[in-house]
């Protein structure tokens, strides 16, 4: 129990264009979403947490209109990365916590974004 | 602000050996929870095991253990046994009670587990 999905795994887009990663909970339903982004051989940096039917919380110095967050039901949120550019290339983490088990993330596998 | 502290950026342990991971913390808090992830070279982020403070009793999972010490605020993870598989980056979490569920992580180890 308790998986996460992302879609997709891997994207490659050019500079200017706009790209959107799923992030699902499979089996359970999720109260709370978070999404991160980690550069290599560093740690996870949270960059939002979504909450189901309301706005997304970004953290300090996350660009809310370059990175579009939408948790429109118990089970999806979006990150829609707008205007990606080369620097944007990174790996994204979301996960999710469930009604019952309030205390525990389960993450996704991640999604490699690549701007060219 | 809370945060987590992992002094070894890297470590290797022969296989079948025992080997422990350092993680210390910094919070006012009374009430909270500890982590211990896994990423492996899939780069899937996987719980190991979990710490409720209020415990006394150090939390084990079959070959990994917990140490525990709420006054130092350290919290060092033992892998028992180890296997090839262990190979990974090892992240130590903190989640207070009242944060939402938010999870501050430290900078990882990286384990290699060697033939």
């Known amino acids: 129990g308790a998986v996460v999905s992302q879609h997709p795994s891997r994207v490659i887009c050019k500079s200017g264009t706009s790209v959107k990663i799923e992030c699902r909970s499979l089996?359970?339903?999720?109260?709370?979403m978070f999404w991160y982004r980690q550069f290599p051989k560093q740690s996870l940096m949270l960059m939002a947490t979504?909450?189901?039917?309301?706005?997304?919380?970004?953290e300090q110095g996350v660009e809310k209109d370059k990175f579009l967050i939408n948790h429109a039901s118990l089970t999806l949120s979006t990150l829609t990365v707008t205007s990606a550019h080369p620097e944007d290339s990174s790996f994204y983490i979301c996960?999710?916590?469930?009604?019952?088990?309030?205390?525990?993330?389960?993450f996704g596998p991640g999604t490699r974004l690549l701007v060219l | 602000a809370q945060t987590v502290t992992q002094s070894q950026p890297e470590m290797s342990v022969q296989e079948a050996e025992t080997v422990t991971l350092s993680c210390t913390y910094d919070t006012s808090e009374s009430n909270y929870y500890l982590f211990w992830y896994k990423q492996p070279p899939s780069r899937q982020m996987i719980l190991v095991i979990r710490q409720e403070a209020y415990k006394q009793q150090n939390a084990t999972e079959n070959r990994f253990s917990v140490n525990f010490q709420k006054a130092a605020k350290s919290f060092s993870l033992k892998i028992s046994d180890s296997q090839l598989g262990d190979t990974a980056m090892y992240f130590c979490a903190f989640m207070k009670y009242s944060a939402g569920n938010m999870l501050t992580f430290g900078g990882g180890t990286r384990l290699m587990v060697k033939p």
């Open positions: 996960s999710a916590v469930s009604g019952g088990n309030q205390e525990t993330q389960y």
């Open positions: 089996d359970f339903q999720a109260t709370t």
């Open positions: 979504s909450n189901e039917g309301s706005k997304a919380t970004y």
